[in-house]
């Protein structure tokens, strides 16, 4: 696997296997990669030519200084994982190649980006997430771009930007990883203690019994105050536990499907996301070529 530093260099090799009618696939990543991660990378590597992983921790999508520092670093480990799961090419960027001195835009999907994750971690963090995924897309210029299901809302909004930007790429939406137990993988698991890591599982849980609650024919309200109390029996006190359709992120009304459970909760010192498909698909996948 190669590394380039440089959206010039990640250009250069894009470009000679564009030429060579390869297809290009982009696993844009934070780093501390994790299996959900190698997923992405796999799922690009059974579809492309050319697989490009990036390893960016970026800064404008945290809203906390101290969070931002905290985020687990190390390119190494890193680079030889993303290499065993088949990536080509890593784009290994510092800041100022991202955003160089004078950096003054923002791009800011409304709507979908508001409640949930953006109601809870500030407007500041769908913008720096929108602003540096079309910054990668635009440098990177795949056919398809891999993104893990398991940040539902992160689909949404990367989905309404490239529809609203009419970039040309296929955004797709690959299933959550969990662990034997269920709960889904995710870099922060490892700073759960064993008790935490035990009641972690009621997010799952509470998914389930909403799954259930629709399944027998509850309205939404209803079914989430059925989720909300398997959670709480298990020592969890959701920040949120909401079925919603999976586009706008606005609450699902009736039971037509497709549909989203998504919920978050504090657990220990991690605040923990979760979701359920309903019906589970295997593989999201939106089109804008
Ligand atoms: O999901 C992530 O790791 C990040 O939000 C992303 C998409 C790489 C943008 O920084």
Redesign the pocket.
Known sequence: MQTVHTVHALREVVATARAAGQRIGFV???GALHEGHLSLIRAARAACDLVVISV?V?PT?FNEAADLAAYPRDPARDADLAAGAGADLLFLPEVEEMYPDGFATTISVRGVSEPFEGAQRGATHFDG?AT??AKLLIAVGPDAAY?GQK?AQ?VAVVTRLVLDLGLPVEIVAVPTMREPDGLAMSSRNTRLAPTDRHQALALKAGLDAVATALAEGADPRSAERAGVAVMRERGVDPEYLDVVNPATFAPAEGTNTPTLVVTAARVGPVRLLDNLLIPPTTLISEKNV
């Open positions: 844009p990543t934070m960016f970026n999508q997430v540096v995924v993104f940040d992160q």
